[in-house]
């Protein structure tokens, strides 16, 4: 049997799971989950549910974010982030998910894929650090 | 004569007799005495001269001898010099290396002492940058901790969209 890569087999899926719902969705995760069973992939499940994941949302041009601060943030800022990743990654939706962290000290970190903004008071007290080492 | 023989009664049968008692004596003599003696008396010359002529030959064999043993001396005592001095030469020159050597590997000692203490500043003074520089980090956050800015966030909101 020819091996099938995580990402090729979470396409295979996403194109059969196009347009159906219901009793035919189910159908459809019912043989996902033989065919993976079949092909011993069981273990990497959570590397298929991920390929998955990120074709959906290239395919509805969705950008999963997260945002961490050192305290709650408000509502107008957390708008206007969404708002600049949408625009920065010519996204239709966002998808943000919070965190609290009060190493940050101040400001705040995004999380974009492999992408990470870091606008927190603790980066630019690491960026003197590194200058003050460095001269 | 006659008177004479007379005089001194000298009787001529008499000398006859003597004088071939005489001869015949010496014939005798002559053939069991003198000619042996004179055969020994020729073989004891020849050995004597022998004898002689060996000590002479002995004595220029010595001579020669002694000749080739002082040369061969010489010669040893030449070689010895000149073995000595050639050892004399390459010990000179082996502790010459050996001093170069000495004093390429005191240098590098010295190099390399000097590298060490030289490492051992930079790193110490390293140490001492980054200790002064975790202090200074340690109080600014703790002063930044202490003294908050609250439109720190939104400030930093407003840098995404310049981003």
Known sequence: MATVSTKNLAQAIYESSLGKSGRELDAVVENSVRMIASRNMIGKSTDILTQLQLIMDKDTKTVRATITSSHFLSKKNTDIIEKELKKRYTAEQVELTMKEDEKLINGLRIEVGDEIIDLSLAHQIGQLQDYLLKN | ?163
């Open chain 2, 1 to 163: 004569m006659s008177e004479l023989i007379t005089s001194f009664h000298i009787e001529l049968s008499s000398i006859i007799s003597q004088v071939v008692t005489f001869i015949a004596t010496f014939i005798v003599l002559y053939f069991l005495v003198i000619k042996p003696l004179k055969v020994l008396m020729s073989e004891r010359e020849d050995k004597i001269s022998k004898g002689l002529s060996d000590a002479r030959h002995n004595e220029e064999m010595l001579s020669s001898t002694k000749r080739e043993y002082d040369e061969v001396l010489a010669r040893a005592r030449a070689e010895a010099h000149t073995i000595f001095q050639d050892a004399k030469n390459e010990a000179e020159e082996e502790k010459k290396k050996m001093l170069v050597q000495a004093g390429v590997e005191v240098e590098t000692m010295i190099n390399n002492g000097k590298k060490r203490l030289e490492g051992d500043k930079a790193r110490m003074v390293e140490e001492a940058k980054r200790e002064i520089v975790s202090l200074v980090v340690r109080a600014t956050e703790k002063l930044l901790e202490s003294h908050k800015d609250e439109t720190f966030t939104d400030k930093a909101v407003s840098k995404v969209k310049n981003l």
